[in-house]
């Protein structure tokens, strides 16, 4: 029989489409609530974003796409699981930044304890960061959720908001040492945009918070871990996924009371069946792409050396010198051209987990943003931007793996020319994505919602786009959505 004549003799309350961790946040939510749940998924394994694979050498664990997971830690969906279902381990720098001269900017424990290590600038970071962080319980929870215009919010989240609405190069003028500037040009640059573009600073804001909050940490063994614990828990409450299986059409789809697509704009309008009203078409197909990546992955004989100290001890090293080179850098990239020293954002995970190789080895990886679908291999201009601050790194190169943005591509057809996020991260399309509606998960068809990275909060391994559109799914059944009762570790983290 196959997997849908299979999933359909069950009669499932609810189908998703695609097993990122937002389509399986949307199947666990949903399974939590006692629907009974099939996810389809194209791949021959589930995860999406949350994959890892022997890509270089036998005994290398890479993580295919994300590693790092601030935005996971601090999700409240992914706060419904405990340590023990995904454990994660924090390196003691969350993350740092080598400037020429064997100087650093490195982030870690508290706000003061950073400050400090910015001589001219401790009062201007504490000043900036103090009182957010204070109140990221409140800050956090609403970044992740989609943009409402009521209620009206407290005065923490009103104080982040009128920060978070500038460009990082406006916030970073409060800064005037490299380190504190190119430590928060780095975090900014995650945006994927110009740094002088508004909201680019609200980026460099909540990644510097959620450094300070829960650190940048990794799972252990391989960001397959968090996939692992979605589908046992969706498993636990009667769900199953079937891999290994495209879907075309919408046609294909079991009959069922909530169709959840874990999938972007430009694939919905692929495998409309023709029940999507034009007006819904014309809105979907408005909607933009952001520039691609370009992803090299590496097995080391060693751990990377170094100049800085501090980036020793960080997974997560941010490479491309001052906030005037990272502006640069980004500046290219939108404007369609190729960067010879491009910012790099560089992850080795075996530094907190080393079980990931073999003794003593490392693995590595690091990527650049690109034009979207460029076809130009950036592994050299990748390799010489770290050997500039880690001079005899490619030495210590056993083996290497490439991706250009249509290799991305082809590992997930989410990440469209390459883009990571699902879907450009300007100001607007932050704020409302996919579409102008308010009803950001909804789709105008009666039972069908989108849930991917392409509706808010947007990209990263946080799960919620997928417990939202669930939540909102529930609510249009008559059930009240109810994750966290669900679950007895529920904010054990
Ligand atoms: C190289 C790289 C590094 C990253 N680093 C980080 C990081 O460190 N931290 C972080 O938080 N985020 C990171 N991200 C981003 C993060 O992985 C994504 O934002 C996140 O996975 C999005 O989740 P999602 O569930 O929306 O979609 P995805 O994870 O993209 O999953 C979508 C799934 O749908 C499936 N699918 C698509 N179309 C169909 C179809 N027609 N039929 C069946 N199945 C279909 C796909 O195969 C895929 O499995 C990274 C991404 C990449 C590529």
């Not at 495209?246 to 069922?256: C, D, G, K, Q, Y």
Request: glycine share 10%; charged share 15%; with cysteine.
């Amino acid at each position: 029989m196959s997997a849908i004549a299979d999933a359909q003799a069950s009669a499932p309350d609810a189908v998703i489409v695609g097993s990122g961790p937002n389509g399986l946040a949307a199947a666990v939510t949903l399974a939590r609530a006692g629907l009974a749940v099939e996810v389809f998924e194209g791949a021959d394994r589930p995860g999406g974003g949350c994959r890892t694979a022997e890509l270089t050498l036998p005994g290398y664990a890479h993580d295919v796409c994300s590693t790092v997971h601030p935005l996971a830690a601090a999700s409240p969906f992914f706060r419904t699981f405990t340590a023990e279902q995904i454990p994660l381990r924090t390196p003691k720098v969350a993350f740092a930044h080598p400037l020429d001269g064997g100087r650093a900017a490195a982030v870690s424990g508290s706000v003061s304890d950073t400050a400090e290590t910015f001589g001219g600038d401790a009062r201007a970071y504490r000043r900036l960061l103090g009182p957010l962080v204070k109140h990221a319980d409140d800050i956090i929870p609403n970044a992740l959720g989609p943009v409402r215009p009521l209620p009206i919010p407290p005065l923490a989240m009103a104080r982040f908001g009128a920060l978070g609405i500038q460009p990082a190069r406006m916030l970073a003028s409060r800064f005037h040492t490299p380190e504190a500037r190119a430590a928060f040009a780095g975090c900014a640059a995650h945006a994927v945009q110009p740094l002088t573009y508004p909201l680019t600073g609200g980026f460099g804001l909540v990644m510097t918070i959620l450094a300070h909050y829960v650190g940048w940490p990794v799972v252990e063994g391989g960001s397959a871990g968090i996939t692992s614990a979605l589908v046992d828990e969706l498993e636990r409450h009667g769900g199953r996924v079937h891999t290994g299986h495209w879907i075309e059409s919408l046609a294909e789809l079991p009959a069922a009371r909530a169709t959840l697509l874990d999938i972007t704009p430009r694939q919905l309008l692929a495998i409309d069946d023709g029940r999507l009203p034009a007006r819904y078409r014309r809105a979907l197909g408005r909607y933009r792409y952001g520039p691609g990546i370009f992803k090299v992955d590496w097995a080391l004989s060693g751990p990377v050396p170094w100049e800085a100290e501090s980036c020793h001890a960080a997974a997560t090293v941010h490479v491309g010198g001052t906030l005037e080179e990272i502006a640069r850098s980004e500046a290219d990239v939108a404007a369609g051209r190729i960067c010879e020293r491009p910012f790099c954002i560089v992850v080795q995970s075996t530094v907190v987990d080393p079980a990931r190789a073999p003794a003593g080895h490392h693995t590595l990886y690091a990527y650049c943003h690109v034009p979207s679908g460029s076809p130009v291999d950036m592994t050299d201009r990748i390799e010489a931007q770290i050997e500039r601050f880690a001079p005899g790194f490619r030495d210590l190169v056993l083996a290497r793996v490439s991706s250009s943005p249509a290799d991305v591509e082809a590992k997930n057809p989410n990440y469209i020319g390459g883009d990571i996020a699902s879907g450009s991260t300007s100001m607007l399309q932050t704020l409302f994505r996919p579409t102008f509606a308010l009803r950001s998960y909804r789709t105008p068809v009666r039972g069908l919602y989108l849930c991917s990275a392409s509706t808010p909060p947007g990209g990263g391994v946080h799960g919620m786009a997928g417990m939202r559109a669930a939540e909102v799914a529930l609510r249009a059944l008559g059930q009240r959505p109810s994750v966290l009762a669900q679950n007895p570790g529920a904010g054990a983290r």
